[in-house]
């Protein structure tokens, strides 16, 4: 016999602290299943001319549709971050010296931070969302490079665009256009009206 949670409950297929944190404070109740996917490699087929968006709204929807397969009753959030700048597309820093790469790149420029979120269950497509903040980088010096990430290294090698918003971040921008919750990673207002649609959170 399933338990409630294995048949009614919210399933977030994903590893991210940031989006935990995002659900429990707002108190959804859910369990996680990271999704064990190779995103890079999925990127790479989607091509270097595809959008940025679509990229994340396609890798959001590999995540929730690779745990509906480990629980088919159940409601399933992906979701997926990334970071478009002068051209270029950025996922997270590899190594410090990619993230120092990545943020001399930043500097004085405006970055647009994508998320995706995806809803499934049973291996088919609910509800999604896509949205995009866009966060104009301050002038970074070498100096302060270095002894941002001192601080801030190695906690940032997990986030896009290298920051914590939350923390030493906000030091990053001159200016932030679009909604907090999806810079911190998820487009939390929109997953919640989902889930009242969807009857997993009442109205
Ligand atoms: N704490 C924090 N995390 C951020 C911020 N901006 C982006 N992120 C995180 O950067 C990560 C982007 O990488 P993704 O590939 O989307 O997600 P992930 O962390 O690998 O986790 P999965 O969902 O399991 O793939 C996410 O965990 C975001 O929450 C921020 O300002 N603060």
Redesign the pocket.
């Known amino acids: 016999m399933a338990s409630q949670s294995e048949t009614g409950g919210l399933v977030l297929?994903?590893?991210?602290?940031?989006?935990r944190a995002m659900l429990d404070a707002a108190g959804v109740a859910y369990r996680s299943i990271?999704?064990d996917l190779d995103?890079r490699a999925l990127e790479a087929q989607l091509g270097p001319a595809a959008r940025p968006q679509t990229v994340a709204l396609e890798l959001a929807r590999a995540?929730a549709l690779s745990v509906c397969l480990q629980a088919p009753e159940e409601l399933v959030l992906g979701?997926?971050?990334?970071v478009e700048c002068g051209g270029r597309r950025f996922?997270?820093p590899a190594c410090r010296s990619d993230a120092v790469e990545h943020l001399r790149f930043f500097s004085g420029k405006v970055m647009h931070?994508h998320s995706a979120a995806v809803i499934a269950r049973g291996g088919e497509v609910l509800r999604s969302q896509v949205s995009v903040a866009s966060l104009q980088v301050a002038q970074l010096s070498d100096r302060f490079i270095e002894d941002y990430l001192d601080h801030e290294w190695p906690a940032v090698s997990?986030?896009?665009?290298v920051?914590?918003?939350?923390g030493r971040?906000v030091q990053l921008f001159r200016a932030i256009e679009g909604d907090h919750f999806t810079?911190?990673?998820?487009p939390l207002l929109a997953v919640l009206q989902f889930l009242r649609e969807l009857g997993a959170l009442s109205p």
């Open positions: 297929a994903s590893k991210s602290a940031s989006r990271p999704a995103e995540k979701s997926d971050s990334l996922d997270k931070l997990g986030c896009v665009g920051f914590r918003i939350e971040g810079v911190l990673g998820m």
